[in-house]
Structure formats: C-alpha cells, structure tokens
C-alpha cells in the first residue's frame, strides 16, 4: 500500500505516525500560518489545518493526505510559537496557575475530497517560579512551540493536570486522525 503523506514537518506527528508504524512520507505545505482579524481559535485552526491538506493534495493527485494544526488557546486569544525567548517567559508566565484549551484540528484530503475534525483538550500549567521558567526557556525546547511548551518533553514538568486526549496536546489527536484515515480507505491495522 502506498503511504499518506504527512503535510507537516512537526517531528512530534511524525513520531506518532511512526509509533504506530503507519507508511508516510513528508511533504510540508509551508502556507502561511496568520490569524485572521476577528477570526475564532476554533475556526483558524480548522481553517489552517484543511488549507495545508488541500495545498499538498493538489499536487500530489491520488496521495492521501494527513494535515493538522495545534493552537493553545486562552481566553479566546491564539497564543502561537513564541518569536523569542522573551516572548516564550511571557507566554508560560500567562499560562501559569490557569487552565487553557489545546485545540488540535486534523484533515485528510485526496483528490478534490476532504474531512476534517476537532480535539480540544483541557492543559492546567501549575504555578512556576520565574526562574524555573527561565530555565526550560534556555533548554531552547519551547521556541518552536505553540504556547511556548512540549507536553512531552522537558516542558511536562510545567503541567498540572491535563483533560482529554494528550496525543491532541502533542499535536495528533490518533483516534481523530485513524477515523478519518479510515474514512478514506486507509484503516488502521496493527498487522502490516
């Protein structure tokens, strides 16, 4: 069987592709990722994540396409990737002792066809000290980040609790993502 095609280049979705040995190859669709004045968290995300689909389906006719996006969301404002070290404090310093949303918009497209779905997980950061955020900013882990952390990686010390799918928060919701795989002939098998 011929591979999807993943149109990111987060190693974080590869990674979870790989985990569960699924064929893919890479193909970035590189479009621009701004929100819109008055655009909503939920409908940017949507709307970027079937927009890297349809670009890389278009020229690649026949391929199955997996795209996504991930946006940490906190009062309604999209907090993206931090420009600078700076920008990363002052992120996880407005993140600290709340609870924020995670929301994850996956699309498969093929051939003129796409689907899309929606995972919005629940991240509480706990209370940090400046000084302990200084110091996972300068681990450098948070600066291609959206919302300046990895709940995987070293940036899961900072996480207090987390309410829903934590492979959403990683940036691949794998239930969203197997459906919809499925829904364009592609089911996942545990067998290859």
């Not at 149109?7 to 970035?28: H, N, T, Y």
């Not at 990895?150 to 969203?176: H, K, N, S, Y």
């Amino acid at each position: 069987m011929t591979p999807i095609v993943l149109a990111s280049s987060s190693p974080r979705r590869r990674q979870l592709l790989e985990m569960l040995r699924i064929p893919f190859e890479v193909d970035a669709s590189g479009i621009d990722e701004v929100v819109r004045p008055g655009e909503a968290a939920r409908d940017y995300v949507v709307r970027v994540a079937r927009e890297k689909a349809e670009f890389v389906a278009a020229r690649r006719p026949g391929a199955v396409v997996l795209a996504a996006d991930t946006e940490v969301v906190l009062d309604g404002e999209v907090f993206g990737k931090p420009a600078n070290p700076a920008g990363a404090i002052a992120m996880l310093g407005r993140l600290q002792g709340r609870t924020h949303q995670v929301v994850t918009a996956v699309a498969v497209a093929s051939d003129g066809r796409i689907e899309h779905a929606v995972d919005v997980s629940l991240v509480t950061v706990r209370p940090t000290d400046p000084a302990t955020l200084a110091a996972y900013v300068a681990t450098g882990e948070p600066l291609d980040k959206a919302g300046a952390y990895a709940v995987q990686g070293q940036g899961g010390v900072l996480i207090e609790r987390i309410e829903g799918d934590v492979f959403g928060v990683m940036g691949l919701p794998l239930r969203l993502a197997l459906d919809l795989l499925a829904r364009f002939g592609r089911p996942y098998r545990f067998t290859r």
